[in-house]
């Protein structure tokens, strides 16, 4: 047939395998278009075939220097050296079985600390058999001057005999205590003997909430131990004592970490660690760091005279509550309450009197009690300072006055004396919860006010915080000596529409105002 091909002559043999070669030839051609495109679509086995272009390479470079991890080396390399491992003997002494000789404020978080490790810096110490014998213990500080000066821990040198630094090249130093100050937990030490110490400088800024921080100290007595975190809180009050504002810090912190320093990334010192907030003994990520700027100012006057000074008014204050505030009429519940001012002292001086609420300081809002403390604190005795006060809740006026020196610190006695007889039970305040007595019925209680003599279990005196034997010296403002001025003080409160009322009360030494609410009636 015309134009067909006998399939079985040896033409017809000669153009199959042609045919068959260029249908091959086009299907791998397919075949290696997609597993062109397949291979595009797959992770980069490799990177040289397929960033092939500029701006391919230059998307990779951008990648990888995002997911690099972030290093410390060469901070810690520099900064390092500067910090030392402090170990100190304190002299053999007798010790009670349940003696309370612990530097701290009782159940504050750093005495429940010290508690639970014994010893300074909470470091196990030794004791002998029956809670006799020398007491050793280790922590850590830093170099803040190449001459040998450094900074530590009050609470790691308290009562030591003798002091001993190690730095970080494995040599060991005495060293004397130049000066402490238990109400920071700071103190200056001084090495002898060399001027070329590697030494660290104190930052002049705030660290931020969320920076990273590098703690270097001397846990568990290892020494020369670097951990990483960050910033996690700042202005902390851990309940120490009045000039509280530590730093909070998630870099693990432990036993021996007292007195150490916390970096930044410019390798400077943001914080002195010196407590740890630990339920299980260990670190969990809540470590308590002293500001740089509380260091440098509390350091700069250990140096120039063994002793800090601080600026004194002569005032027991207290936080205005939401309640208290609501008793006084206020929008907010904000400056410090003035719940007693003492005798003779500069606040008496200027006309400052029980329930003036301080608002501002040379021009400077008040904030809270803590706030006025750390203020006031932070001036030097016989500064000139002005004064802005809310009197009876409303009246605003601005007093000047010089600053005292604040005195030793005193323990105040919080329990009611011992010498103070029962008084008979007293005349009943239903609403509140409690009976009272003329305070001059009472041995030991003074002439002025009332004294509870019964508080009823879930009454609002009692979840107020009023116990048996404190004082009742006013009520809404108006001083009481029987349980009809109290009952007329609260009639008068309500008859003001208040929801609660302000009855200051002294418990032992110290005096307090308390917001109690009305109720219905």
């Known amino acids: 047939m015309t134009g067909e091909v006998d399939r079985s002559s040896p033409q017809a043999h000669k153009t199959r395998p042609l045919l068959a070669l260029r249908k091959f030839a086009l299907m791998a051609s397919v075949v290696g278009g997609l597993g062109a495109a397949t291979y595009g679509l797959m992770p980069a086995f490799q990177p040289g075939d397929l960033f092939s272009t500029p701006a391919q390479a230059q998307v990779d470079q951008a990648v990888r220097h995002v997911q690099q991890p972030v290093g410390f080396a060469d901070i810690v390399e520099r900064v390092k050296p500067s910090v030392i491992s402090v170990r100190v003997k304190a002299a053999e002494k007798p010790v009670a ?77 005495p060293a004397k205590v130049i000066g402490t100050d238990p109400r920071t937990d700071l103190a200056l030490i001084k090495v002898e003997g060399r001027t070329d110490f590697p030494f ?5 800024t705030q660290p931020r909430i969320g920076d990273w921080v590098l703690a270097v100290g001397n846990p568990f007595g290892l020494g020369g131990t670097v951990t990483a975190g960050i910033v996690s809180a700042r202005g902390r009050d851990i309940g120490n004592g009045p000039y509280d504002d530590f730093i909070q810090i998630d870099a693990p912190v432990n036993k021996g970490n007292s007195g150490g320093p916390a970096f930044d990334t410019q390798g400077e010192v943001v914080g002195v660690n010196t407590a740890i907030f630990s339920p299980s003994g260990g670190s969990v990520g809540i470590a308590f760091s002293i500001p740089s700027s509380t260091v440098k100012s509390v350091v700069a006057q250990l140096k120039d005279k063994g ?19 609501d008793s006084l009429g206020l929008k907010k519940a904000e400056g ?17 009197v029980s329930g003036d609420i301080i608002t501002g300081v040379n021009g400077q809002p008040v904030h809270d009690a803590r706030e006025l403390s750390r ?16 009197q009876k809740g409303q009246e605003k006026k601005t007093v000047e006055l010089t600053l005292g020196e604040l005195p030793n610190q005193r323990e105040a006695r919080a329990a009611v004396e011992s010498d103070r007889g029962r008084p008979q039970r007293g005349a009943e305040l ?52 029987s349980a009809g001025d109290v009952r007329e003080a609260i009639v008068a ?21 308390v917001a109690v609410p009305l109720g219905r009636g």
């Open 430 to 481: 239903g609403r509140l919860g409690m009976t009272v007595a003329p305070a001059n019925s009472v041995a030991g209680a003074g002439k002025e006010g009332v004294v509870v003599t019964e508080v009823e279990r879930g009454s609002p005196a009692a979840e107020r915080g009023f116990k048996e034997g404190d004082v009742i010296l006013e009520v809404g403002g108006k001083s009481v000596s």
């Open 336 to 352: 410090a309450l003035v719940a007693e001012p003492q005798a003779n002292s500069p606040a008496t001086k200027a006309g400052i």
């Open 307 to 325: 002793t800090v000074s601080r600026g004194w008014i002569g005032i027991q204050i207290q936080p205005v509550t939401a309640d208290i505030a």
């Open 200 to 204: 660290a400088k104190l930052s002049e």
């Open 97 to 173: 079985e349940n003696s309370d000789d612990s530097p701290f404020p009782p159940n504050s978080p750093m005495e429940r600390f010290f508690r639970r490790f014994g010893g300074p810096d909470g470091f196990p110490g030794s004791r002998g058999p029956r809670g006799r014998g020398p007491i050793s213990g280790q922590g850590s500080g830093f170099f803040i001057s190449a001459d040998g000066y450094a900074v530590t821990n009050n609470h790691v040198v308290d009562g030591a005999e003798s002091v001993e630094v190690a730095t970080d090249d494995g040599k060991t130093y």
């Open 375 to 390: 203020t006031i604190g932070g001036m030097a005795p016989g500064t000139n300072v002005k004064l802005d006060l809310l």
């Open 493 to 513: 409160a309500r008859g003001d529409k208040k929801n609660t009322v302000l009855i200051r009360i002294r418990s032992g030494e110290q005096s307090r105002f």
